[in-house]
Structures are given as C-alpha cells and as structure tokens.
T-cell receptor, first 113, second 118 residues
Framework: AQRVTQPEKLLSVFKGAPVELKCNYSYSGSPELFWYVQYSRQRLQLLLRHISRESIKGFTADLNKGETSFHLKKPFAQEEDSAMYYCALSGLILTGGGNKLTFGTGTQLKVEL | DVKVTQSSRYLVKRTGEKVFLECVQDMDHENMFWYRQDPGLGLRLIYFSYDVKMKEKGDIPEGYSVSREKKERFSLILESASTNQTSMYLC?????????????????FGAGSRLTVL
C-alpha cells in the first residue's frame, strides 16, 4: 500500500518568515514524490517534483528516504504563497499501466502581513 | 489555453437522480482520472482510465461508474445520487508513462465540478 501523511491542516506564518510544510510517506518501493498547489479559485497544478531537483517560486523539497519525508520549504514566505498544498506519491503500478498517484489530505498555508 | 475542460462548474441535484459529469482533454493523453476533493480528506481517486474503453477502480468507486468511449472524453456517472456524494469532483489527464517515460508522470487538472445533492 502507499500512503501520504500531511500532519498539518493549517499553517499560518508571517510574511518573510520561513515555511516548512511537512509530508511523510509510506511505500515499500522507490516512489516519485510531488507537491501540487491550488491557489484560490484556480486549478490544482504541479509545483515541483523530486526528480527535477529544482526550486520553483522559491520552494524546494528534498526526498529523505531514511525518514520517508518530502517536506516543502521556503526561506521567506510571501503573501502570494497562500494556498492549499498537497503532497503526492506515485508508486504502485495500476493494472493496464501507469502509476497510481496518492495524495495527502493537504495543508492550507496562510501568509499573514 | 484550457487543456482539461469539465462541462459543469456547479450542479445541484436531488437524491436519487442520475448525474453525469463530463471531462474533455485536448492533449491526446491516454490516461484520465476522476478524483473527489473534500476538506480534511484531500483528493481520493474514484476511477482511472488508461485508454479508450479501459477503466480501473480507484480507492472509492462505490456509487460511481465511468465511461471512456473516445480518447478525449471521460465521464463520471452517479447512478443514484446521494447526499454523501456532495463534493468537488476533479478530472485530470496524463500521458501514458510507459510510452512517454517518467517525465510524463504529471497530472493536468480541470477546474472542478462542485456537486450538491439535496
């Protein structure tokens, strides 16, 4: 089985403060991890994926296989970062092909002025 | 440049009604998905289609069925709507990872269909 845990439903930080959105996963094989984001009244969209190893909008995430974590970090939060963030794991092969993508329950990030 | 279009943004239906949610993508993607999004529960996979006329149950298929007669269209059907199916429904599509490689393993989502069952 594959599972994604996001322990915080809501994270509130002040503008300019560091942000860390936690994500832990459970999967026996080699997973691919993602962060998706949904801004207010917009579609859910990919923020970043661990295989790209890039920074998007100042966010980074490192896959830690020992701790089975993929926490999302940003050193200085901006007001426009306020959104719902979902961690997702791609692992098990579905019948017929393709990987099953499992999402966490999401964390609402609120950046206050 | 909208790529995944869900036909209805808001629907209000009565208990017992048959409900159709339509999703069309213009990216020639092989895989299409239906999720429901509920506060505190995240996104849960209802059904997945890996090709035309092919389907596979997700994590919560009970009370739902799907149809994929054409590559670009994936329909979600609620045979007899119930109040616990009140939710936001998200459609997504993706290229076949087996053919396109892991770089294709990214979902493109529609805007969502908010269904209220009274």
């Amino acid at each position: 089985a594959q599972r994604v845990t996001q322990p915080e439903k809501l994270l509130s930080v002040f503008k300019g403060a560091p942000v860390e959105l936690k994500c832990n996963y459970s999967y026996s094989g080699s997973p691919e991890l993602f962060w998706y984001v949904q801004y207010s009244r917009q579609r859910l969209q990919l923020l970043l994926r661990h295989i790209s190893r890039e920074s998007i909008k100042g966010f980074t995430a490192d896959l830690n296989k020992g701790e089975t974590s993929f926490h999302l970090k940003k050193p200085f939060a901006q007001e426009e970062d306020s959104a719902m963030y979902y961690c997702a794991l791609s692992g098990l092969i579905l019948t017929g092909g393709g990987n099953k993508l499992t999402f966490g329950t999401g964390t609402q990030l609120k950046v206050e002025l | 440049d909208v790529k995944v279009t869900q036909s209805s943004r808001y629907l209000v239906k009565r208990t017992g009604e048959k409900v159709f949610l339509e999703c069309v993508q213009d990216m020639d993607h092989e895989n299409m998905f239906w999720y429901r999004q509920d506060p505190g529960l995240g996104l849960r996979l209802i059904y997945f289609s890996y090709d035309v006329k092919m389907k596979e149950k997700g994590d919560i298929p009970e009370g739902y069925s799907v149809s994929r007669e054409k590559k670009e269209r994936f329909s979600l059907i609620l045979e007899s709507a119930s109040t616990n199916q009140t939710s936001m429904y998200l459609c997504a599509s993706r290229s076949d990872v087996r053919r396109q490689g892991s770089g294709a393993n990214v979902l493109t989502f529609g805007a969502g269909s908010r269904l209220t069952v009274l």
